[in-house]
């Protein structure tokens, strides 16, 4: 059975829990969807992309405003379909953040010339600063902050708002574990913005807070990676994986003791493990534990970068294996990167570098030369975002 973003499957919510402790600056889920009956097939390393819902209540508050009845029906482009604009502004559009164009739309609707003054010098010139303000209003917002419109046109808010786009999220469980199920992690987005408003990420609190467990259902489709364990069950797997990134190696780690199970020989693996504090944040921790004493995983290293002074990462604790990680490299070892794409993934990759300088007496070119090779042929394969 092939879902897409045009024909999802509808999988049931079935678990979901908070993995980091009480007093986490951080707000970690552990989910499960059914997948039983889908024909679904997914592999360790997958992605499930999810099609969030924005919140009914806030739907509700933007129709309340516009004095719209939530069955007004309404066009949509690509596929083109009527629906419902309740309907509309919950599953297909995006009301958190708005476009230039939206913006110069809504100000034609906008009656009182000072407010029309302000939209036009503070968020429809150039510059980083009205770029920021422009960004700062959800629809909801915008509707409260100038309150002197002409009637809305409900086909026309339709036409000038961005659709609502899926959300990827690593698959955390292997389907030789877990065959009829999906399980991901989700860090729980908030965060102040440029106008100092309260701003939640559109998936993850739907995912998070809005959906009922045991009753709600998601659409979701899986996308096939090429993020994945190596066929030879032998080979020896590095995998490093702070916050986040994780999930995809919980997915590996139950492929491997599955194997084994089955009378499989399995290769060594080692994990590199990190986030903000040990006893809160310690993802997964009993789990991962099991791992080490079971032998399905041989080495665990980690990194809690607030629970000293100075900060502590994953790269940290390659650097101080360096000898033994350079002998897994030698050793034909596959390396996995998962998480964030922003500054960790470059300072790992920087780190195994300076290894291959270090230790394996390269200069830099061959250092660049050796890692292209590696990723070449899928001996370093990373999945960042
Ligand atoms: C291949 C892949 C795998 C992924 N796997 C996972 C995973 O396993 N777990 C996971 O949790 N996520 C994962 N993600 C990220 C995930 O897809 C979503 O992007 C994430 O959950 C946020 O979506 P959201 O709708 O909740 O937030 P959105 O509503 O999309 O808001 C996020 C946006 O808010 C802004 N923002 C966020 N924080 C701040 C801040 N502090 N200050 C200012 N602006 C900010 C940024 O512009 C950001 O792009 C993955 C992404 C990819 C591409
Ligand atoms: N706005 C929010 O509420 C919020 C909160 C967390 C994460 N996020 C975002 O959500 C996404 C997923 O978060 P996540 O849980 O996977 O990870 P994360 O919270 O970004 O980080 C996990 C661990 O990686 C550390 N880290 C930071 N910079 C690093 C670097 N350059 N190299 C190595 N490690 C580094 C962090 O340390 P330090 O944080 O101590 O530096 C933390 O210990 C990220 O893109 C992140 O930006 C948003």
Known sequence: MVYSKDNPFQARLKYRARITGNGSEKDVRHMV??????GIAYKCGDSVAILPKNNTATVAEILNILKTQP?????????EKKTSIF????????VMNLSHGFLEWFTELVTDSDEISY???KMLCDGQECKMAAKAYSL?????????LRPVDANALVANLNKLTPRLYSIASSPMMHRDEIHIVVNVVSYINFAGNERHGVASTYLAQDMNVGIDSANIFVINSTFALPTNSEAKIVMIGPGTGIAPFRGFLQERQCLRASGKKIGDS??????RNRATDFLFRDELLNFKNSGVLTNLDLAFSR???KKIYVQDRIWENREELWSWILDDAYIYVCGNASNMAADVDKTLKNIAIEV?????????EFFKSLKKNKHYQRDVY
């Not at 969807?33 to 889908?38: A, N, P, T, V």
């Not at 309907?87 to 559009?93: D, I, P, R, V």
């Not at 080692?270 to 986030?275: E, K, N, P, R, T």
């Open 360 to 368: 394996g007496n390269f200069d830099e070119t061959k250092a660049d």
């Open 119 to 121: 939209i036009n010098d």
């Open 71 to 79: 069955d007004v029906q309404v066009k949509l482009p690509n596929p």
């Open 33 to 38: 969807f059914d997948i039983g009956g889908s």
């Open 307 to 309: 629970d000293q002074g």
């Open 270 to 275: 080692w994990l590199f493990f990190g986030d």
């Open 87 to 94: 309907s509309a502004l919950c599953e297909h559009l995006c």
């Open 140 to 148: 909801l917002e915008i509707l409260k902050k100038f309150k002197n």
